[in-house]
């Protein structure tokens, strides 16, 4: 687990390959037409920019000697007819590419949700949320200029050099190849510069993950932060976690802009000599127009140059995101389907574990070798210290993870053979920390069944006693509440969770300290509302109030991941053993006494 950690920088467990790209332009497929569009409007601006220093050297060296005005007036008509059929292509292609560019970063942050909501809890487990999130917004957001401008730049860039390289070799093949002369220069510079860029930008691409998990992590746990008096400690770690940015971020600039200098330095060097040669052989080889649109060529020469190696920075600097992008896609969930895995029938809620054994690391063992059998309709208590067991035994119930030695069953039916969604379908999970999504009161009861009436949400709300507290809100049901529900104190919290849990009408019903924040009263009520729709489920409850568990079919008393007695309230009362003396120790003896 040592990644989880903000300020671990992650390893790539596959390195860039060109597959990579192939699959990012794949996601151009559905937008094929705009694309070939754009091109056409590129081709055209391309083809009408290129035209203006041809059309220069016929002023100079026939229409402005010949004394022919009426030609003249006709080269600038067409030069600004050349400038216009420029300008809207221009415009046109950057809206089409826009609409293209978002088009397909939308369905790269779709492909990246979808993943997302299939992974199962060891991935989330093992990576700080901060690092997870900044792959869905900000690396997704760092191809958006590739996608829009960089890949349809490429092409009309290459055409324009074909075109330029064409006019030079009409205008003078002489001079055309000593043009060329930087090239090779140009090529080893590239080569050099390419794996430390690649390098740098990977080093950023943690730094920026780093500094994403750590804010991540500051919000989630500021009321801590604020309680303890750890504003300026924090700080520090900020500003060095930043600063590791800031460096990061300054190393892969400086290496990233020696590649634009260079092609700059190169070309006026060319231009230069060029001009030495040119000027020394006017009027024996070469004409003044011939050679002032030969250099306006050669400075278009080197701008497309330019933008390919900007290109070629976007390439690289976009590697160390595609990377972690497709990393991600391609991580495979610890939960999956059976080749063969069949549809779960409704259950009537037997559930067996055999000889459990389990543990989240490869060595350790949080369970070992669980065995017992729950009858369809049983309540089903877990007591035992903090860290016994507990928890994993209700999460390998709905297959949140899964065994490393034995089966559990359900109805007789291993449920490694059965589908996921089938299984999770009919269990009815009030996890330890209830969560509140942002929306409405309503919206949340309703999230497990959105089918589900009005009335049928206001019937669960009032068996959990949550109608009460509900109705006195400004707008009832249709209260807003914010994420997490941070408006409502955790008792609310609680209740409209165990009202979410009890509408979607589960076979088996897995209640993870569901009343660790309600107070006694409350409970009693509710315990009342909750005999009713207990009755025919099969129930596994956590608790740490004997009131919750005296009345249950079963309580297993877990300890370091073996039971250690099972029984009823009365029979293990009386054997005076581990969970005699849970309840007659300090936290239960105020429950006993109530």
């Not at 950690?5 to 597959?19: N, W």
């Not at 694309?35 to 035209?51: D, K, R």
């Not at 249950?552 to 039971?563: D, N, P, Q, S, V």
Request: glycine share 6%.
């Amino acid at each position: 687990m040592a990644r989880n950690k903000f300020d671990v920088d992650e390893e790539l467990e596959s390195p860039f390959r060109l597959v990579h790209f192939k699959r990012l332009l794949g996601y151009l497929t559905p937008h094929k037409k705009q694309m070939i569009l754009t091109v056409f409007l590129m081709l055209m601006a391309s083809g009408a920019n290129l035209i203006g220093p041809y059309l220069i050297k016929l002023a100079i060296d026939e229409k402005i000697p010949g004394n022919d005005m009426l030609g003249l007036a006709m080269l600038a008509g067409i030069y600004l007819i050349a400038i216009i059929v420029t300008g809207l292509c221009m415009k046109y292609r950057i809206r089409i590419m826009s609409q293209v560019g978002q088009g397909v970063i939308q369905h790269i942050r779709e492909d990246l949700f979808t993943q997302l909501q299939k992974l199962s809890f060891s991935y989330y487990d093992s990576r700080p949320h901060g690092k997870i999130l900044v792959r869905v917004v900000n690396y997704v957001n760092s191809l958006s200029d590739l996608l829009s401008n960089g890949i349809i730049n490429l092409i009309t860039d290459l055409f324009s050099l074909t075109v330029i390289v064409g006019f030079m070799i009409v205008i003078d093949v002489k001079l055309t190849l000593m043009a060329m002369a930087g090239f090779p220069i140009l090529a080893i510079i590239i080569f050099v510069i390419k794996n430390a860029q690649r390098r740098a930008w990977q080093d950023l691409s943690n730094k920026q993950s780093n500094m994403n998990a750590y804010i991540h992590e500051s919000i989630n746990g500021i009321k801590v932060t604020q309680a303890f008096i750890r504003e300026e400690e924090n700080k520090k770690i900020f500003n060095e976690v930043a600063g590791s940015y800031r460096s990061s971020w300054m190393k892969a600039v400086r290496i990233q802009f020696l590649l634009s200098p260079s092609i700059e330095n190169i070309s006026a060097l060319t231009v230069s000599f060029i001009y030495v040669i040119g000027i020394s052989s006017i009027g024996e080889e070469i004409t003044v127009g011939s050679l002032i649109a030969f250099v306006g060529y050669m400075w278009m020469f080197w701008m497309p140059l330019a933008n390919i190696g900007n290109f070629y920075n976007a390439i690289i600097n976009a590697m160390a995101y595609l990377e972690r992008i497709f990393e991600t896609i391609d991580e495979k969930p610890a939960m999956i389907n059976d080749p063969h895995a069949v549809i779960l029938p409704t259950i009537k809620g037997k559930v067996e574990f055999e000889d459990v054994v389990f543990g989240y690391e490869r060595e350790e063992k949080i369970l070992d070798h669980i065995h017992f059998k729950v009858n369809p309709g049983d309540t089903i208590a877990l007591v035992g210290a903090t860290g016994s067991g507990k928890t994993t035994i209700v999460s390998l119930i709905s297959r949140f993870y899964d065994v490393k030695r034995g089966q559990i069953k359900i109805d007789g039916i291993d449920i490694k053979t059965v589908n996921i969604p089938s299984l999770r379908k009919q269990m009815g999970i009030m996890l330890q920390d209830p969560f509140i999504f942002s929306g409405t009161i309503m919206d949340n009861i309703r999230y497990g069944r959105l089918d589900a009436t009005d009335e049928e949400v206001i019937k669960a709300a009032k068996a959990v006693q949550a109608h009460t507290f509900i109705s006195r809100m400004k707008d009832g049901y249709q209260t807003e509440v914010n994420e997490r529900g941070t408006r409502l104190s955790s008792g609310q919290r609680q209740l409209i969770s165990f009202a979410r849990v009890l509408l979607a009408n589960p076979r088996v019903l897995i209640l993870d300290e569901a009343t660790s924040s309600i107070d006694t009263e409350t409970e009693l009520a509710l315990q009342k509302g909750l005999e009713n729709l207990l009755l025919g489920r099969t129930s596994f409850i956590i608790a740490h109030r004997l009131s919750t568990i005296q009345k249950a079919t079963k309580i297993l008393f877990i300890e370091k991941g073996r039971i250690l007695e099972e029984g009823t309230h009365e029979e293990l009362t009386k054997k005076k053993g581990h969970y005699w003396k849970l309840c007659n120790s300090q936290s239960y003896s105020l429950e006993i006494g109530s």
